[in-house]
């Protein structure tokens, strides 16, 4: 089921030419994941350049002083 969806997404989000900003919420706490690494490379390869990409990070305020 997992793979059917991700494959009608994929599908969706390449062909919708209505969608001109693609918005990947990303956990400031852990910036390096491999599925937000995947779906930043997966999304800038379908982008057209009437869209535009925009990481926006989450949780910044459960990050300690040090971290931020």
């Known amino acids: 089921l997992k793979k059917e969806w991700e494959g009608f997404l994929w599908e969706l989000l390449s ?4 969608i001109k900003l693609f ?24 982008l057209r350049p ?9 949780k910044f305020d459960k990050l300690n002083k040090n971290e931020q």
Do not use: G, M, P, W
């Not at 062909?15 to 209505?18: A, L, T």
């Not at 990947?24 to 379908?46: G, M, S």
């Not at 009437?50 to 990070?57: H, I, R, V």
């Open 23 to 46: 918005i990947h919420l990303v956990d400031a706490r852990h910036l390096d994941l491999e599925i937000d690494k995947n779906a930043k490379e997966n999304i800038q390869a379908l």
């Open 50 to 58: 009437d869209q535009a990409y925009l990481s926006l990070f989450t």
């Open 15 to 18: 062909v919708r030419v209505s």
